[in-house]
């Protein structure tokens, strides 16, 4: 029996997504995020609703690739245990034909870095015509390695129901997905007899023709060739090689994760910097790496900052809250797309930085929600009174609306007189 199928366990966790407050998130995270991740209140981001896309409807987003105009990196254990799916194992197939697979995973090429911060500039992300990511099916629009895919897709939200403060919660929990996912991905090559050292230098020597290591759809034969060394040819083995050194140390992930380094090729790094055009140098974010050096973040640090956003966003400060004045609620018209869209919301929260500029944001809410925010006028309350209010009681779930509210400053702190 394959390595890979002889470690799983029958119905295996690893093979199917994790739930957590409405969030589906790959099966893989209940072992190597930390576990008291699963005692956490997520926010349940009802409004990026995927299946029946906003940014799509009315906000110019291509119908078929929506968000995923965009070439993720996915670890080489994560695209080893979608290779046990029928969906997953033809997405490597088609990653491999593109030359898009590396040994640490599906990594796209420095032409490819190019188009992407081309269309960050022409605020075409959603509507790209040359990022479009392979791992989508374009027949059914979904993605072939849903339960499989990686930190930054899976905390990715169009919308978070709590503004930026939600955001910010993601973007922890994304560094932190990220982080995991790159250290299990070099670690499990070095357990399956992978040479690390060949492959690092190998890239540091692409990176004296940088120019030369794209074609349109991937890496080069060349640049294949010299990463790849003796595993060319058996790419999808190693892939499986590595999710099932991963799944062996299921109970170790976490402090594996923390006990190594992520090696990056610096010559390489650098030599990215010199292929960006001028016009594009704006879009380039990061710090540079000095030689020889290693990232050093760890993901313990990472997971303190997680939890830090994590009381950002359910602490409710005490005192007395008002409804904004850069709120306004107005009816829904139901005439535009993103009307419609919402039709079956009554009202439209609506804010502005000021009365006279265009409106920042607007949010669809239903009647019993619009008087609950309603009751903040004028001497305003605090938010533990207001969740006696008969309207607070027909909503589903009040206290998550009125975090909502206080975290898109809907509510804000009544200033002492
Ligand atoms: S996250 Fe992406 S697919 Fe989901 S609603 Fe937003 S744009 Fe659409
Ligand atoms: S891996 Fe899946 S979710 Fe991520 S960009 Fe590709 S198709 Fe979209």
């Not at 007899?193 to 190998?202: E, P, Q, S, T």
């Not at 939890?307 to 602490?315: D, K, V």
Request: with cysteine; charged share 25%; proline share 5%.
């Amino acid at each position: 029996m394959p390595r890979l199928k002889a470690v799983l366990k029958p119905d295996d966790p690893f093979l199917r997504p994790v739930v957590l407050d409405g969030n589906s998130f790959p099966g893989i995270w209940t072992e190597m995020m930390p576990k008291a991740m699963f005692e956490l209140r997520f926010p349940e981001e009802r409004r990026a609703t995927c299946m029946n896309c906003p940014k799509s409807c009315h906000d110019g987003f291509r119908a078929d690739y929506r968000c995923c105009t965009y070439h993720p990196r996915v670890s080489n254990f994560l695209l080893g245990l979608g290779s046990e799916t029928e969906a997953g194992d033809l997405a490597i197939d088609r990653l491999i034909q593109r030359g898009m697979l590396l040994p640490e995973g599906m990594y796209s090429t420095p032409g490819q870095w190019i188009d992407f911060l081309d269309d960050q500039q022409q605020d075409a992300f959603g509507a790209s015509q040359k990022v479009l990511c392979p791992m989508l099916d374009q027949a059914t629009g979904y993605c072939d390695i849903h339960a499989f895919r990686n930190a930054v897709c899976s905390t990715f939200y169009c919308f978070s129901d709590h503004g930026q403060t939600g955001e910010n919660f993601w973007v922890q929990i994304q560094t932190l997905g990220s982080q995991i996912e790159l250290v299990l991905a070099q670690w499990s090559l070095e357990q399956v007899g992978f040479d690390l050292d060949r492959y690092f230098k190998a890239f540091d020597k692409l990176s004296e023709g940088i120019h030369s290591v794209s074609t349109q759809e991937g890496w080069t034969e060349e640049a294949l060739s010299a990463l790849w060394g003796d595993w060319r040819g058996r790419e999808k083995e190693l892939m499986r090689a590595c999710a099932a050194v991963v799944t062996e140390n299921r109970d170790k992930l976490w402090a594996i994760a923390n006990s190594q380094l992520i090696r990056e090729s610096v010559p390489f790094d650098r030599a990215m910097d010199t292929i960006v055009p001028e016009h594009l140098e704006e879009e380039v974010e990061g710090e540079e790496l000095e030689a020889g050096a290693e990232v050093t973040l760890k993901p313990t640090d990472t997971w303190e900052q997680c939890l830090e956003a994590h009381a950002r966003l359910w602490n409710w400060p005490k005192g007395t809250f008002i409804l904004s004045p850069n709120v306004s609620l107005v009816p829904n018209a139901r005439v535009t797309d993103e009307e419609k869209f919402c039709a079956d919301k009554d009202i439209f929260i609506e804010y502005r930085f000021a009365k006279a500029r265009d409106c920042e944001w607007r949010l669809g809410i239903t009647p019993a929600e619009a008087e609950l925010v309603s009751a903040f006028r004028d001497d305003g309350r605090s938010l533990n009174a207001a969740l006696g209010d008969t309207a607070a009681q027909s909503l589903k779930d009040a206290q998550a609306f009125l975090t909502e509210m206080l975290n898109r400053k809907v509510l804000w702190p009544k200033k002492a007189k």
